[in-house]
């Protein structure tokens, strides 16, 4: 195994390879004859994939490992996000669950609330303009002065629901990196229902399946540029 700062500093001239240059996936069935050199699992380091072991008897990570493969054991393919993600709550105990949304997808996440009500969950959410601070106020830059956005407001968003104690809260279309401020001041665990893209109706994967086309430009060689 490569050590964090190896990784993250490595030449742009020959990258370590890792599992995303896997063209084999042997680790899911074990076979260990499979395994590519680069392998994570082949060079695991014993007492690193020990602690990560260990760290699932905690009671809370038991009860989400135990929760999500039951759930994916029993659903597999079957369920859409929304029925998994309601699924995966029931299963968890939750019953208060915070919702962090954009504001661009609040009809959704008024419809996703009918759905959880109806199941029976309690629910407070908070849209990300909650607050209504101007980005002036924490120090970003704005094009014009006299038309001062207001910010998203991840951080407010997690305290909020911080103080309402929920138990389980689920991220609706929060952008890239006020998604991840969410997650790291949310007090109850996170799960995402909608990963905001809205060039692709919040499909993030569909410009992956069609690679060679929609990236042609970012593929090409910088070198020869
Ligand atoms: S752990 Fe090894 S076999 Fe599994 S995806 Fe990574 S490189 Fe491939």
Redesign the pocket.
Same mark, same amino acid.
């Given at each position: 195994m490569t050590n964090e700062s190896q990784t993250v500093c490595t030449a742009a001239a020959e990258p370590v #390879?890792?599992?995303v240059? $896997?063209?084999? &996936?042997?680790?899911?069935k074990g076979?260990a004859d #499979?395994?590519?050199a680069? $392998?994570?699992? &082949?060079n695991?380091d014993p007492a690193l994939l020990q602690s990560a072991i260990e760290a699932y008897s905690e009671e809370e990570n038991h009860k989400v490992m135990e929760s999500a493969s039951a759930a994916e054991a029993k659903f597999r393919s079957k369920m859409t996000r929304v029925e998994e993600t309601i699924e995966f709550a029931k299963r968890m105990g939750a019953k208060k669950i915070g919702i962090g949304t954009c504001m661009g997808l609040l009809d959704e996440a008024k419809i996703f609330t009918k759905i959880l009500r109806k199941h029976g969950f309690e629910v407070y959410g908070i849209c990300c303009k909650t607050g209504s601070v101007d980005k002036l106020q924490i120090g970003l830059e704005v094009k014009d002065p006299k038309k001062v956005p207001k910010i998203c407001n991840p951080i407010l968003q997690a305290k909020v629901l911080n103080e309402a104690g929920t138990d389980l809260n689920i991220a609706i279309g929060l952008c890239v990196g006020h998604d991840s401020l969410f997650y790291k001041y949310s007090d109850a665990l996170v799960t995402t229902l909608v990963a905001k893209d809205r060039v692709t109706g919040h499909n993030p994967c569909a410009p992956l399946y069609t690679l060679n086309s929609f990236y042609s430009g970012l593929m090409e060689d910088k070198e020869k540029k």
């Open positions: #390879k890792s599992c240059d $896997c063209a084999v &996936k042997a680790c899911r076979e #499979k395994y590519p680069f $392998c994570l699992t &082949k695991m």
